[in-house]
């Protein structure tokens, strides 16, 4: 039975990780240390035999008892909240995290994959950004500290696998949604689905003339899996490129929930980019994959999550609070 770890595993997209890969017979090593993820999304796992959880910051050395055929390193705060307010936890597991990945990785000659996203490529002067970009980022800016430990951590991955033959996959993501979001992230589809559930107006930053392109979390796992699986070791885009304005998308949000709220605006956060759409077409060719799931059923899927949530649960996603786990 192939063995394999994945960092970040009680967060949204690690959790979906660690159910793919428990049900493709793996052995799943989950690790996190609960920053921004919550037990809840991989309760379910503990009855399995196949999954074991180790509670453990990545940043601090990382000890694996025998053997290690696959790295899925997922840990880190992955919206502009969360990094905003844990910037040196958002830097140190992008940078110390990946590094001492990239050694248990060498010593267990396993192979690794790291979770890159659309940031690298900051607010881009390119548009629809194909990997060959090399980015426009602020790096003292406010989302620097995500932006640049994500291109620090491309860059050493690519360090070890020239310098030591290191087996390497970096994924480029870019944003998805889906069951097991956070409701208080911040980010802005459950930003979005919380205000509807709980009946205030949405708020739009800026104009809402930025645009995004939404992936759904199944096509997104689907994705990372194929990636893993393939030979390629440079960076590979990995989202859905249907863009969308995010004032478009707030009045698709209403007319989904069914809702009666008005849309009310909000200063739009500094370099928030102004527009970003993946171009996949290497995706495609490399991993014969693209996205299957259209934006008005990922986003019924994902309203009829939260709206089936217990109330405790709900409440419980809209109030994490991380102040237990920072440390002055
Ligand atoms: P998330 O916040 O839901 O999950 C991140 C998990 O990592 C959490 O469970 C958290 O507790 C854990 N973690 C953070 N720091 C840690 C540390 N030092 N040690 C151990 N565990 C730690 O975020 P997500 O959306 O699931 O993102 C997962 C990964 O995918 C991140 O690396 C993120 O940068 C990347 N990514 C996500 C998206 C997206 O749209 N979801 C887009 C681009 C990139
Ligand atoms: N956004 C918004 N209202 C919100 C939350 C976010 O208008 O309540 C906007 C945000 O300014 C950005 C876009 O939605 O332009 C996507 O934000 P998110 O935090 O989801 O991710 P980003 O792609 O910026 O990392």
């Known amino acids: 039975m192939k063995k394999i770890l994945i960092t ?3 967060g949204f997209l690690g ?16 690790m996190d240390n609960f920053i921004t993820g919550d037990e809840t999304n991989i309760i379910h796992l503990y009855n399995s035999s196949n999954f074991e959880l180790i509670d453990h910051d990545v940043t601090e050395f990382i000890k694996i008892e025998g053997e290690l055929d696959y790295i899925l390193h997922f ?12 910037p040196i936890q958002t830097l140190k597991v992008g940078s110390l ?6 050694g248990l990785a060498k010593a267990k000659k396993a192979r690794i994959l790291i979770a890159s996203t659309s940031e690298v490529y900051g607010d881009p002067l390119v548009h629809p950004q194909s990997e060959e970009y090399y980015g426009n980022v602020s790096t003292i800016g406010p989302r620097g500290v995500y932006d640049e ?12 696998h020239r310098f030591h033959g290191l ?8 944003n998805t949604y889906g069951s097991r979001m956070r409701l208080n992230d911040g980010r802005v589809i459950p930003a979005f689905m919380g205000q509807a559930l709980r009946g205030e107006d949405l708020t739009v930053f800026g104009t809402g003339e930025q645009t995004r392109s939404f992936c759904y979390v199944d096509d997104q796992i689907e994705g990372i899996y194929r ?16 863009e969308i304005s995010i004032l478009d998308f707030a009045k698709e949000i209403i007319k989904l929930t069914q809702t009666s709220q008005k849309i009310i605006f909000k200063d ?8 970003r759409q993946p171009d996949i077409s290497l995706a495609k060719n490399l991993l014969d994959w693209e996205p299957k799931t259209g934006r008005a059923e990922g986003m019924q899927k994902t309203f009829n999550y939260f709206k089936n949530l217990s109330k405790e649960e709900l409440y419980k996603r809209d109030h994490k609070d991380f102040a237990s786990h920072i440390k002055k």
């Open 149 to 160: 430990a994500k291109r620090f951590q491309e860059s050493i991955t690519m360090a070890y």
């Open 268 to 275: 739009l956060p500094i370099d928030d980019p102004l527009q």
């Open 227 to 242: 990636l893993l699986f393939s030979d390629y070791h440079y960076p590979v885009n990995i989202g859905n490129p249907n």
């Open 97 to 102: 995290g990946t590094h001492n990945l990239l």
């Open 75 to 86: 840990a880190s705060p992955a919206s502009p909240i969360d990094y905003l307010k844990i």
């Open 15 to 30: 959790s979906h990780l660690c159910d793919r890969f428990v049900s493709e017979g793996f052995h799943v090593i989950g």
């Open 8 to 10: 970040g595993a009680a």
């Open 167 to 174: 087996d390497t996959r970096i994924a480029r993501i870019f």
